[in-house]
């Protein structure tokens, strides 16, 4: 990043991808306050529409976008197209959660009035997208923040603004003003700058657990801001009895490894039963030993590609070379194939001898395996972090998953299927680190707008009864 300047490289290649100034943040919040009316008056049918036409306009751009995504993130093509996919499912599934989620309720009111309850937007929204889904996840945000009536500036991580420029044109080549739907250039700063800023209403983030930490405390003295935040998670996935033994080491892979282990869900945790330790490692290791580490447009097509940069590259092989120090033991070593790009090899390591195991999401394709005696042991391990986003049972029959469930604290329970992967039909978050009670997906139109009580009469109808003398 150069002075006042935003600059994007492929990770594949490490050339030069995008650049463009950083934005003015007053003039952004100012323009879209002036958006603001206008925009909350239209009828909802109106809002509607005009998003149906955005997710029209991404269909258009579907091939552009792909592209675009695996260049500027390192994803594999095959992967891209999923996450350009689910930009356009977004919509509808925004659509029907706003219904169901806000509805309208009329009832019947004293003196043959009626009582009402309808929701309003909040105003401004910021949204701050991150950069390993940087399309999906924000378009998660500002597509139910429109729907309810509010206006979004939205600041994409300074790692991947090429992508969200290209999302937020789509907005507007479908008739939803770059006013109304406001892209903005820039790094940490003119992040907090809009954060703190007084003409914005809301927060809407996806990141890391300090940056969202940090969102928390310079809001903590302002509780009229609505503040949603996504920060990932150390999740659990555990093994007990299965036969399944090819499966349940897919279903590992699959966890930990999709993405190059750049989702917030990624399984960070491996637990298994002392019983099934060593068959389920053998598979594992002879499964990872396949996984194809390329470019995102090789052929073959590969499992995964390269981490974001070369900073997160090189605090993941630190990270991996602390474990080994610190009682470690590897089960596959953490590889570098080129020392100037941020290619890794998926990486296990048996951490079960390590006294103080730190409790940190280590976002990339680094796995620990925690070896434990009994059913009981391993739900207390999958309880020993601060995160609470995602867990997973493989194995094991229903009154265990039914223990698994009610005991294990997380956003997201799953049982026989990865920990990653959430349906965007169902509510997406988490708690403790993970997020503060504000779960996005289908549930995103709860933080979107606030639901206004009123007692209604068409003519003004009152008297008092007790406590006034004679006139």
Request: overall charge neutral; some cysteine; hydrophobic content about 40%.
């Amino acid at each position: 990043m150069a002075d006042n300047e935003i600059i994007s490289f492929e990770p594949a290649t490490g050339e030069e991808l995008w650049r463009r100034k950083v934005d003015d943040v007053d003039a952004a919040v100012d323009r879209a306050r002036r958006a603001w009316p206008a925009w909350a008056a239209q009828p909802l049918a109106t809002r509607i529409e005009l998003v149906r036409r955005f997710a029209n306009e991404v269909r258009k751009a579907s091939d552009e976008m792909a592209q675009l995504i695996s260049k500027e993130t390192g994803k594999p093509l095959w992967e891209a197209r999923t996450e350009v996919e689910a930009v356009i499912n977004k919509v509808e599934i925004s659509v029907n959660a706003y219904a169901e989620r806000t509805g309208q309720k009329r009832l019947d009111g004293a003196l043959q009035g009626s009582s009402a309850v309808r929701h309003k937007p909040h105003g401004v929204m910021v949204v701050l997208g991150p950069y390993n889904f940087p399309a999906h996840l924000p378009n998660g945000h500002i597509v139910p923040a429109l729907i309810a009536g509010n206006v979004v500036i939205f600041k994409p991580s300074e790692k991947t603004p090429a992508v969200g420029e290209l999302l937020m044109t789509c907005f507007n080549r479908a008739g939803i003003s770059a006013a109304v739907a406001q892209f903005v250039v820039g790094g940490p700063e003119e992040g907090k700058a809009l954060v703190a800023h007084r003409g914005v209403n809301g927060v809407l983030f996806t990141g890391s657990a300090q940056a969202g930490i940090a969102i928390n405390k310079r809001l903590a003295n302002n509780p009229g801001k609505i503040v949603a935040l996504e920060m990932g998670g150390n999740n659990p996935i555990v093994v007990i009895d299965t036969p399944k033994i090819t499966d349940a080491a897919t279903l590992i892979v699959q966890s930990a490894f999709t993405s190059a282990g750049q989702r917030c869900t990624a399984a960070r945790r491996l637990i298994i039963k002392e019983s099934m330790y060593e068959p389920v490692i053998t598979e594992l290791k002879s499964l990872v030993s396949r996984i194809i580490v390329d470019e995102p447009f090789a052929d073959p097509a590969p499992f995964m590609g390269p981490v974001i940069d070369n900073m997160a590259a090189e605090q993941l092989v630190e990270s991996f070379l602390y474990f080994l120090s610190n009682g470690g033991k590897a089960i596959r070593h953490m590889t570098r194939p080129k020392d100037d790009l941020p290619f890794l090899s998926p990486a296990i390591i048996d951490t079960t001898e390590m006294s103080d195991r730190p409790d940190v999401e280590l976002f990339g394709p680094l796995l620990q395996v925690i070896k434990v005696k009994d059913f009981d042991a391993a739900i207390k391990e999958a309880n020993r972090t601060r995160f609470g986003l995602s867990a997973s049972l493989i194995g094991g029959s229903p009154q265990d998953y039914n223990r698994f469930w009610a005991n294990v604290r997380a956003g997201i329970i799953n049982w026989n299927r990865p920990t990653n992967g959430a349906s965007s039909s169902a509510p997406f978050g988490g708690l403790g680190l993970s997020g503060n009670h504000r779960p996005a997906a289908f549930y995103a139109a709860d933080y979107c707008a606030y639901p206004v009580a009123s007692t209604e009469m068409e003519q003004p109808r009152a008297n008092i009864g007790v406590g006034l003398g004679d006139s």
